[in-house]
């Protein structure tokens, strides 16, 4: 849990700036929102969740409409709106292969 302060403590020229590293660890937690065990998705979720809330004016434009799947744009855009039951849903109904 120690990842959530670190990640909301960065400066925001890590963020406003599209980098490869930040771009590849979206990849990453993107992907943990499928992970069985509940702690990994839950994290995942709080991830997306606190990033938005402490950089809403670039989280969205530089690492969410950057997304290739629609259905990733659309599950991340939900979590950043604390709509997480219909988050899981769509989860629970596009597999990672189609968004990959």
């Excluded at 963020?15 to 994290?43: G, Q, W, Y």
């Amino acid at each position: 849990m120690l990842v959530i302060p670190a990640l909301v403590s960065l400066k925001p020229v890590v963020i406003n700036e599209v980098t490869p590293e930040m771009t590849s660890l979206m990849d990453e937690i993107t992907m943990r929102l499928r992970d069985p065990a509940e702690n990994v998705a839950k994290t995942a979720k709080k991830l997306i969740l606190e990033l938005h809330k402490c950089y809403p004016a670039t989280f969205d434009k530089n690492y969410v409409e950057t997304k290739d799947s629609e259905d990733e744009k659309h599950i991340c855009r939900l979590i950043m709106a604390n709509n997480f039951d219909e988050s899981q849903k769509l989860i629970n109904q596009t597999s990672p292969s189609k968004l990959m």
